[in-house]
């Protein structure tokens, strides 16, 4: 063995020992609540993505889309008749193509109506919640009981929130928060949203 493999070797013998800690130090078992923020794109895809794993695991899932809905999205169209998934559209398009705040705040509370069920179904493996944290940017969901649901959902249940900004109750019992920030995006370059890529 030459001294480069031999130094190669030896490096990672040390990190397989760094790793091989802190995987026997993370014994506990449980549901996580996952936040995806930021102002670049993709929190959503993320999460769909993180949806397609736990299916393929044999996972039930369920999903609330909480502003998309004037258009049907690809991922809508993809897993809404699967089997393992409870796909729910309650929003009616953004809040600035509505412009009738009365009814973005009733499609809200549809919305979460529905999501406290599903908070308090143990058949259910992972939740998305697209898009959630919107309502409370815009006043139309209180954080509070919201929080109270996703602390006394069932102990395995994993939870993914999206949306550009997060209250700070849900950072706070958060597990994992994920940014995604934009550094460059086409629409800026008066490239056209498509399907498949925007929705």
Known sequence: MSNEQEKHQLKMQKRKEVLDAKIAKATEERGVLIL?????????????????RAI?????????????????????LFFKNHPQIDFNVMGHGFTWETQD????????????????????????????????????KYGYLDVVPVVEALRNRPA?????????????ELQDIADTISIVQDEKHAFRQGVKAQAGIEW
């Open 56 to 76: 393929g695991h044999g996972q039930k899932g369920g999903v609330i889309q909480f502003i998309k809905g004037r258009k049907h999205t690809g991922e809508f």
């Open 101 to 136: 705040k009365q009814k973005d705040i009733e499609a809200a509370q549809k919305a979460w109506e529905k999501a406290q069920l599903m908070l308090k179904d143990p058949d259910l493996n992972i939740l998305i919640f697209d898009e959630l944290s919107y309502m409370f």
């Open 156 to 168: 395995h249940q994993n939870v993914i929130i999206t949306g550009r900004t997060m209250a700070i």
């Open 36 to 52: 995806m923020k930021g102002n670049g794109k993709g929190k959503s895809s993320s999460a769909f993505g993180t949806l397609a």
